[in-house]
């Protein structure tokens, strides 16, 4: 009987060890799985991070160069709006300010693509850090959107008014030299005329103008941020 109990003891013995060995192997091959699916999703986060920094570079490029238009469009309409007519062409170059008045039609056009990629695909989930899907809803949903909305304003305040006055009253063409020099045929009769309902104009203009410069510099703290946040994510993830 004893020896019957041991054989059969040593059987049990044998056969856990084979569900063991099974169950080791099972948990293995899940565990590698489950590596190598980490491994796919880190490096397909990795991309999306490269790719969203890529885009949001480029907008801070173009973002330094809109700021830099807007500075010197308020800077000529400050100059216009604080002098009279003769000192404005006693003391400065009309037609060179009337230029730089124009600077701040220029708009940002921020680089959804990639953004809307991830979005349509659903693979905001891949992005492991919580900051960063915030910061990018922040921006995308929000400040870009309500930049857009007040670059609408703008436009129409330089396209149709402002343009109105310098290119329509004042007939002024816009010629420039090799050096980028403006060499424009101002119609000074024209110029005095009308000046009074330029400053009119350029009044309705300054604080349509100022609102975006600060808007597009409260976007590029954004920009940013949002860009030293993926490169830090970056190096952590690698």
Do not use: C
Request: hydrophobic residues 40%.
């Amino acid at each position: 009987m004893r020896k019957i109990l041991d054989h059969l003891k040593k059987k049990w013995i044998g056969y856990g060890f084979e569900t063991l060995v099974v169950i080791a192997g099972i948990y293995g091959a899940f565990s590698l799985n489950n590596w190598n699916e980490d491994r796919k999703n880190q490096i397909l986060e990795i991309n999306i991070y490269e790719e969203l920094y890529g885009s949001l570079r480029t907008d801070s490029i173009q973002l330094v160069k809109i700021i830099d238009d807007l500075n010197a469009s308020i800077k000529a309409q400050e100059l216009l709006i604080s002098n009279t007519h003769d000192q404005i062409i006693t003391q400065y170059h009309p037609e060179e300010l009337l230029t730089e008045v124009y600077r701040g039609v220029m708009s940002f056009f921020p680089k959804y693509g990639v953004y809307q990629l991830i979005i349509s695909n659903n693979n905001v989930n891949l992005l492991s850090s919580i900051e960063i899907k915030s910061a990018l809803v922040e921006l995308y949903d929000y400040k870009y959107r309500k930049y857009e909305n007040i670059d609408k304003i703008v436009d129409d305040k330089f396209q149709y008014n402002y343009i109105n006055i310098r290119s329509g009253k004042m007939e002024q063409l816009i010629l420039r030299n090799n050096d980028n020099k403006v060499l424009s045929s101002l119609n000074s009769v024209k110029f005095e005329k009308h000046y009074d309902i330029l400053l009119e104009t350029i009044r309705s203009m300054y604080d349509v103008t100022q609102v975006a410069k600060n808007t597009l510099m409260s976007i590029q703290v954004e920009v940013n941020g949002l860009l030293k946040m993926i490169s830090n994510e970056i190096d952590m993830i690698d």
